[in-house]
């Protein structure tokens, strides 16, 4: 191999792990517009078919159980009264054909006395790469009221990288 | 053409790519503090000159009527009481020479009783490609307070990519 | 050096520079994480040995002065009741071997009457390369109160480039 040839396979490589970190980015940024718009399909095609999302308030398996929470009458009651889950952009590992992002979001809501900050979420997303893209195997979110099992999953995001 | 050579050209659009994404990114990261600041200029030239910013509130086109937004006295004063624009990442889609990003941001801003959310609103920014560079054409801004037409702009932003 | 060379060395500096704006947004997405789950280690270690983190409520230098601020009552007795940091993503500009970028911040606490929004921030993070990633060198963060200083503050990150 030429010299040429070699600096070219280093660069696709270092190519390829940018666009990896910028498809983790795409997936995380199309969560909030699409819980907050009820765009249920939207939502669930984030996770693999099987995906988890484990909050504090319920665990959902699978895309059937992430598309009734969208469209369960709470949830609709919520974006009816206007919201927002606004979310942090992530702090990406990846490795290989996993990755791990780590973030907070919120959940603004409108109510009678304008709107209030309902949640503060610490995220853990585990990422898996599928078909040249990156999709959810499994978020977890806990709410950030004192609890040590949030402050764990934030911490672990972002310790060493022997995770 | 060589292998290396053909090699080549496929990573130089895949760096274009990437190297466009991060520059919708810098745009979208100005728009806060430059309207927190009251940096006028720096806020309308992230727009072309003939370009529009559509919100609930009112409709601008062009630079000289985003420079007077920044400059009315609603504005300074929500300044001097301290305030933040705060945006999520966008939700980014490049194609060619347009691209769309999509996501929500917050106005915070203080008052007697400390600080208050006092909007969340919907973003849909459409973008063009100027000069090698990109600026905002039109961007769409609506309250979430559980309008439809919020909810619509959202969705789209994050639906098929057949927009 | 033949045309495939020229353009493959051409490349490479594009790529330096996507890695370097995507190095530091890692560095600014684990600074939340790190200091609202208490990580001091992971949040000191974010800045050089001798770095600066200027507040408007105190100036901190050096790691030992990050890590005895993470530790400290108040601010243990603030994750003990639920906080976030929650950062924007940053308005980045790289110049060689140093940047800055530019955001703002909001923390959010829990208390009696549920999250209240506490402070809202103006950051500007002066960064620096060492050994091949990125480093704080100095941190500077303003309350968004009106004062003009954190106007400044952010005015100077989304002014015209030669900063």
Not at 47 to 76: C, F, K, N
Not at 98 to 106: D, P
Not at 136 to 161: F, H, K
Request: charged content about 25%; glycine content about 10%; overall charge neutral.
């Amino acid at each position: 191999m030429t010299d040429t040839a070699a600096l070219v396979a280093q660069l696709a490589a270092r190519v390829q792990h940018l666009e990896d970190t910028l498809a983790v980015t795409e997936l995380l940024t199309a969560y909030g517009p699409a819980v907050d718009s009820g765009s249920a399909e939207a939502a669930a095609r984030l996770w693999i078919e099987d995906g988890v999302y484990d909050v504090d308030t319920g665990i959902m398996r699978g895309h059937a159980e992430i598309l009734a929470m969208v469209r369960s009458a709470p949830h609709q009651r919520l974006i009816r009264a206007g919201c927002a889950h606004i979310l942090e952009p992530g702090h990406i590992r990846i490795d290989g054909e996993t990755a791990v992002a780590t973030n907070k979001s919120q959940l603004i809501a409108g109510g009678p006395d304008g709107f209030r900050v309902l949640r503060i979420t610490a995220n853990r997303w585990e990422l898996v790469r599928v078909d040249g893209g990156w999709k959810v195997a499994r978020r977890t979110s806990r709410l950030l009221d004192g609890r040590a099992e949030a402050r764990d999953l934030l911490a672990r995001g972002v310790g060493p990288a022997q995770w």
